[in-house]
């Protein structure tokens, strides 16, 4: 079997390659485009499709849609003519090649490339080597990130690798897209075992030829849903790996160019194939998920929000139950699918919508806080009834399926209990039995993140968790550690924090966190001071300290803590920051941060000001 663009006697990462200057031989993509319209079987005539819906004007042909708002088309003329010029406006530039390398060129910045590579051949892997990255992609991203009819796209590939042919410039970039993915989910002794190559060398190689693939392609133009694909597969695959708000900004992009492709509405209300309309819904919740994903982890607003689309949910099928050439609908299926892990994490995005919008717009705390509450109900019966009910936990894929269900719903009753409080400002302003419910749901999401990502039954996902953020929650759970130091659940708090500390790098001062990592730290050094004083002073004492759970006078508070009147908490963390010669003027807090809660003295854990900037900055989203 010879390589797809390997270069004999040459390492296919090698940096010593030279470079080809003559142009791949294009072989045709007509099996992937088929996975878009098969214009022959579905629309004889004319050759281009358009549909008419209440919003607008829908233009299919050959991989390629266009969508027209309503608004313009109701001044311009009707003939199908007239949308075949619409989809033909920007082929022309593509009869140069002087035109498609200045797009390149011109396409570049969106990447920081400013010498566009000749070619991208010294990049493919060899065949045995592209082999082994397509059967990885298979069985680590494509059950988590379902957004290619995989069955269609590995004969495609499986087809140009056996023949050793280059691909058209859209399949050339899903085929690195795919090989990018792959890399990402593989550990670094494995990648470097079965590939020879350093995680890290690959990683950087597939980036730098998706990103060139992207320009080549043209993407600011496009009117391809593949490509869209490709992109899209390769933003919720690099954010694991970047740091910059890089998938932030083209995110924005991609939303814009899957509008301009019509995947804001639904196949069904222009007569699309039924291949097709589940292909552009999968395409379309996956851009919604990295929206939610995307803005969440930078603080900004959502660019998608509910009533801007009308996209329905993928049907719960197997890939097998659907092919280009179908004719007939679609029938969703009872039980377990390859779509299960997808639909329950776009059924929990459909809720987080509605519960901020809730949030935001309710004008009474009361009924805010009631109709929340009845929204978690009803979203948890429907995971447990559609789909966590299905699944047997003896297998490891359908036991991610019930844990990341957990999961999301933990995180939901994070965002009722939490962000109705934050709604009024200030933390200060959650109850004491919200409090409790957010300190037991916080810790649950550690625990079971930290579970996906070390179980060896659910490695081979774990790169998607791991890409996730968890250190909200470790702040929520560290800024209560100051206030309740020595109880049974900070106990079990505790041994959380001491498990993901080095996991997810939480001493370390670059990362995700950017400007998260001072408050963190803050955090995380008062914690364990008190942690420790508190300690002395039980041993001290030579008895188990019993430490109220939220509310009590604040002399009984300091008593309890083992504080005589003369000393307070701060003083106490203030002389030991002092013995380390670290800077505890932030340790400091007075009578003020009592609140006064049902007649009860609160005291606001010391930390507040920390977490609150964390919390405004953070991600509380785990989709």
């Given amino acids: 079997m010879s390589g797809i663009c390997s270069l004999s006697g040459k390492s296919f990462m090698s940096a010593s390659d030279p470079l080809l200057g003559k142009r791949d031989q294009t072989v045709s993509s007509r099996t992937i485009h088929a996975e878009h319209e098969s214009p022959e079987r579905v629309f004889p005539t004319p050759s281009t499709h358009e549909a008419l819906s209440e919003s607008g004007r829908l233009a299919v042909q050959k991989g390629k849609s266009r969508y027209v708002s309503s608004t313009i088309w109701n001044v311009l003329a009707n003939d199908v003519e007239e949308m075949q010029d619409v989809l033909d406006s920007s082929t022309s530039e593509d009869e140069s090649e002087d035109a498609e390398a200045t797009n390149s060129r011109f396409q570049g910045f969106l990447f920081g490339i400013t010498s566009p590579c000749r070619s991208l051949r010294r990049f493919c892997p060899p065949a045995d080597k592209a082999c082994y ?81 992207i320009a080549e392609a043209d993407l600011l133009s496009t009117q391809s849903t593949v490509l869209l694909q490709a992109v899209v597969l390769f933003l919720m695959t690099v954010r694991r790996e970047d740091n910059t708000r890089f998938v932030w900004s083209m995110t924005s992009m991609v939303v814009r160019i899957g509008q301009y492709l019509g995947l804001h509405r639904d196949g069904d209300q222009f007569g699309l194939t039924s291949f097709n309309t589940e292909m552009r819904r999968r395409l379309w919740w996956h851009i919604l998920l990295l929206d939610m994903r995307s803005s969440e982890e930078h603080g900004t607003d959502r660019q998608i929000s509910e009533g801007t689309y009308s996209t329905k949910l993928p049907s719960n099928v197997n890939d097998e139950c659907l092919y280009p050439e179908m004719t007939e609908p679609v029938q969703p299926q009872i039980g377990f699918t390859e779509m299960t892990f997808c639909l329950i994490r776009c059924e929990v995005a459909i809720v987080l919508n509605r519960v901020t919008s809730a949030i935001s717009s309710s004008s009474s705390d009361q009924a805010t806080h009631e109709s929340l509450e009845q929204i978690g109900k009803e979203i948890s019966d429907q995971i447990q009834h559609k789909y966590t009910s299905f699944c047997d936990e003896s297998i490891p894929f359908q036991k991610v399926c019930v844990l990341i269900s957990r999961l999301l719903l933990a995180n939901l009753w994070i965002h009722i209990y939490f962000r109705r409080s934050a709604s009024h400002l200030t933390l200060q302003n959650i109850s004491a039995k919200s409090r409790d419910k957010l300190f037991h749901l916080s810790l649950e999401v550690i625990q079971i993140s930290f579970s996906l990502e070390s179980s060896i039954y659910t490695h081979r996902w774990s790169w998607l968790f791991h890409a996730n953020a968890h250190w909200s929650y470790v702040a929520f759970l560290l800024s209560e550690l100051c206030f309740r130091p020595t109880n049974t659940f900070a106990d079990e708090a505790w041994k959380a924090v001491d498990l993901v500390q080095n996991k997810w790098h939480l001493t370390q001062r670059n990362g995700k966190r950017g400007m998260l990592w001072r408050p963190l730290q803050r955090l995380l050094r008062r914690a364990t001071i008190i942690r420790s004083q508190t300690r002395g002073l039980r041993e001290h004492n030579g008895k188990e300290l019993s430490l109220p759970a ?28 002092a013995a380390e010669g670290e800077d505890a003027s932030y340790l400091t807090f007075s009578q003020p941060d009592l609140i006064d809660i049902n007649h009860q003295v609160l005291a606001s854990p010391m930390g507040f000001s920390e977490f609150e900037s964390i919390a405004l900055m953070a991600n509380w989203n785990f989709l």
């Fill in 133 to 213: 990255l397509i059967k990885t992609y298979e069985e680590n991203v494509a059950p988590l990130l379902p957004i290619l009819h995989w069955p269609t796209v590995r004969g495609l590939l499986m087809d140009i690798i056996q023949h050793g042919r280059a691909a058209d410039k859209v399949v050339k970039t899903l085929m690195f897209a795919i090989y990018h993915a792959a890399a990402v989910s593989l550990p670094a002794d494995e990648c470097h075992r079965e590939l020879g190559v350093a995680r890290d060398v690959l990683l950087t190689k597939f980036r730098f030829a998706v990103q060139q693939a």
């Fill in 550 to 577: 939220l509310a009590g006078t604040a002399t009984n508070r300091y008593t309890e803590l083992g504080l005589l009147e003369t000393t307070d908490q701060g003083a106490v963390s203030l002389a030991a920051c």
